[in-house]
């Protein structure tokens, strides 16, 4: 069964630090471009970080840079996110998504930043 499955969320202070991770089953994950996306209430989903199949180009969305981190082991099919200084703006549902020719969502992961 192909999908991929986020766990890591939570609540956290401003200032916090987070760790999402990103299982993918069912299809070759070293093939795939990985990425993290978010959407908060009433907006619509945003490109938080993207990484390449190999590991070995990143990039990030403007408003993250310097905070976050991706990275991905493809011995353990696993793509993550390390979210440090985290702010009340970050709080949103975080996907992760598989990018070959076709496109594979997670199920999300609630992270809220609130103190």
């Known amino acids: 069964q192909v999908q991929l499955v986020e766990s890591g969320g939570g609540l956290v202070q401003p200032g916090g630090s987070l760790r999402l991770s990103c299982a993918a089953s069912?299809?070759?994950?070293?093939?795939?471009?990985m990425s993290w996306h978010r959407q908060a209430p009433g907006k619509e989903r945003e490109l938080v970080a993207s990484?390449?199949?190999?590991?070995?180009?990143?990039n990030y969305a403007d408003s993250v840079k310097g905070r976050f981190t991706i990275s991905r082991d493809n011995a353990k099919n696993t793509v993550y996110l390390q979210m440090n200084s985290l702010k009340p703006e970050d709080t949103a549902v975080y996907y992760c998504?598989?990018?070959?020719?076709?496109?594979?969502w997670g199920q999300g992961t609630q992270v809220t930043v609130s103190s």
């Open positions: 998504k598989a990018l070959r020719a076709g496109v594979i």
């Open positions: 069912g299809f070759i994950f070293s093939n795939y471009i």
């Open positions: 990484i390449s199949s190999t590991g070995g180009s990143t």
